[in-house]
């Protein structure tokens, strides 16, 4: 274990259709995606997950999208950054067959709900635990996991120190420096 590694990576996943990453002429496939988690997971079994997912990609199909939604689960991604689709000119995606706009943005809405279920796993996990935190400003940090925490009780920018997770908001950890 390498202590100067943190548990927390970011994939620059983008679909989880073959066929779809394909296009997007990615040099992954889903299989190599849930297998990388994997061994990560294997290796560091704390380790979280983030991951880029674009939505309405041209030619993306209902059954396509639902393999991505498939993909959080399967690689248990923790964290999701959603983007819609949309064209731009010159590139060879503008002149594939584009997805409505209407569905792009459902579809969009479909992943970012399942990015926030997969958030409020993650943080119901960590609740009643004690954290290290790298402190951002005072009352701010991050776990080592990039999760934010709220604290009470002080801390030095850059510093690290331990709280004592005791709530949550949808999005941020609370607690207490001990």
Known sequence: EEERLMPHLHLSLQAGDNMI????KRRH???????FCKQARDLRPDMVFGADIIAGFPTETEEMFQ?????VEECDLTWLHVFPYSARPGTPA????????RAIKERATRLRAKGVQ???AHLNNIQNTTQSVLVEKPGIGR???FTPVHFTGGG???????VAINDKTDT???GAAV
Request: glycine fraction near 4%; hydrophobic fraction near 40%.
């Open 21 to 24: 990453l394909k296009r997007m």
């Open 29 to 35: 496939t889903r299989e190599d995606a849930i297998a």
């Open 67 to 71: 393999n991505s939604l498939r993909l």
């Open 94 to 101: 503008a002149r594939m067959p584009q997805v409505d706009g």
């Open 118 to 120: 997969a958030l409020n």
């Open 143 to 145: 776990t080592r996991h």
């Open 156 to 162: 030095e920018a850059g510093k690290l120190i331990t």
């Open 172 to 174: 941020v950890l609370k």
